[in-house]
Nanobody, 128 residues
């Protein structure tokens, strides 16, 4: 039902910038929260940034000051602006979403367990 399609990944030099996009379809007229996760080979998937249904954003420590998450509600599109990228940012980046409700209010939106819907991912490779 719900589909998430990421784009914007690619190769970028250390210190450069990249903007990822995630187009969502199949959303109902409900409140949704969305997030970006990443996974490098051999490592656990980790939360990068999230934006809640009320617009509140949260970031992993490594993303603060460098990445910005935003959402265009009219297009159901999520963005991740990545600035001053580092080699350690190399990973597959995934878009995720779920319905916000009383049962999950106040919980962290940077945890895999908080999401039901996932995209296929877009690869980001940083050269150094």
């Amino acid at each position: 039902q719900v589909q998430l399609v990421e784009s914007g990944g690619g190769s970028v030099q250390s210190g450069g910038s990249l903007r990822l996009s995630c187009v969502a379809s199949g959303f109902t007229h409900r409140a949704w929260y969305m997030g970006w996760f990443r996974q490098a080979p051999g490592l656990e998937r980790e939360g990068v940034a999230a934006i809640d249904s009320d617009g509140t954003t949260s970031y992993a420590d490594f993303a603060k000051g460098r990445f910005t998450i935003s959402k265009d509600n009219t297009k159901d599109t999520l963005y991740l602006q990545m600035n001053n990228v580092e080699y350690g940012d190399t990973a597959m980046y995934y878009c995720a979403a779920d319905v916000a409700g009383y049962w999950n209010e106040g919980r962290s939106r940077l945890l895999e367990s908080e999401y039901t819907y996932w995209g296929q991912g877009t690869q980001v490779t940083v050269s150094s």
